[in-house]
């Protein structure tokens, strides 16, 4: 939890019904005075004590409309369309959600009298295929249309780097997870089939992709953290690799999982869950964002495993109690 004292900020964060946005609102409640949300769609389990605009952040004027309703201090700007198979399978709409909503989000907010620092988050996604640990100034080169969508709003923010008052830092987001992230990206994946096979709705063998390759993985908790610790300290017009410095094998995480889980899975790797040309090893270098801003994650990545078990476990148990209704 967040140790400084309360400030007297008006908070706007898009896309913050997703698997991010909840979190980043309960590590802001403590010390916000007031905590805005635009997203597409408004969850029943929506958090208390904050506001809900259900908003498609392509409509120029509803955007502007809630943008100076709340006039926010801070902006944290995660909304996006963020996976990447349906990048491929629906170019037109990511490129309008990430790269039109992203514009609208920044126009109107610097148009303010008084206008807010914004959190620009983007993705490891937008470098090369590169070998090495990849630092800040990496060759950029997006291979999918989700990077290449983010890698162009990155560019959007050319017009405010030398803003008087206000400005967009950009965070590049390796991979993250923890508890509520959807079962499309690894560590979720593993973390629910465990638990499914725990709890007999599922056999006793696991279905995986290419477990022969490394990725450096943060817990989505201490993501957040920096996040607001890149508001507070990072520069504007700077970009940031938000990231744990340390890549971790695939295979090397299955085992974790059973040895945290306790049970026992065969493996079956299956042909449409390998990507072509993936990354060998993918690292960042956080030494920029912590030499700025003090940050360093916290969490272990034994902890997020077992964090995102337990939630797959209750997910279960819910599912088969609705179930026997």
């Known amino acids: 939890m967040p140790t400084k004292s309360k ?21 802001l409640k403590p010390f916000a005075a007031s905590i805005t949300v ?33 006039c926010p ?28 909503g992203t514009l609208n989000i920044f126009e109107a907010a610097m ?12 993705t490891s996604q937008v470098y090369a295929l590169c070998d090495a640990t990849l630092t800040e100034n990496s060759l950029v080169d997006p291979d999918n249309p989700y990077a290449a969508s983010k890698a162009m709003a990155e560019l959007l923010t050319l017009p405010y780097r030398r803003a008087s008052v206000g400005g967009i830092v950009t965070g590049r987001s390796f991979n993250h997870s923890g508890p509520g992230q959807a079962p499309s990206f690894f560590l979720s994946s ?30 989505v908790r201490d993501v957040v953290a920096a996040y607001d610790m890149l508001l507070d300290n990072g520069r504007v017009g700077e970009t940031y690799n938000v990231c744990s410095g340390v890549s971790v094998c695939l295979a090397d995480i299955v085992e974790m999982f059973k040895a945290i889980t306790g049970v ?7 042909p449409n869950r390998i990507r072509s040309n993936e990354m060998a090893d993918v690292c960042g270098d956080p030494r920029k964002l ?6 360093y994650p916290k969490i272990p990545l034994e902890k997020t495993i077992e964090d995102l078990f337990n939630y797959w476990q209750f997910k279960c148990r819910e599912s088969t109690a609705q179930a026997g209704q």
């Open 290 to 295: 912590r030499d700025r801003t003090g940050w």
């Open 264 to 270: 026992k899975v065969a493996i079956e790797t299956e």
């Open 73 to 100: 201090t801070r902006i944290y700007h995660l909304a996006s369309i963020s996976a990447v198979d349906l990048s491929w399978a629906k170019p037109r709409l990511t490129f309008e959600v990430n790269v039109l």
């Open 38 to 70: 635009i997203a597409s769609g408004v969850s029943f389990d929506s958090e208390p004590e904050v506001e809900y605009h259900s908003i498609d952040i392509r409509d120029e004027s509803r955007v502007r409309k809630v943008v100076q309703q709340v």
């Open 111 to 122: 148009s303010l009298r008084s206008p807010p620092k914004i959190l620009n988050v983007s």
């Open 190 to 219: 593993i973390a629910k089939q465990f638990a499914e096979i725990e709890s007999g709705s599922r056999p006793p063998t696991l279905k995986v992709g290419n477990l022969n390759v490394k990725r450096d993985f943060t817990d």
């Open 7 to 27: 400030r007297n900020e008006q908070i706007l964060i898009t896309g913050g019904t997703g698997f991010v946005g909840p979190h980043l609102i309960r590590y």
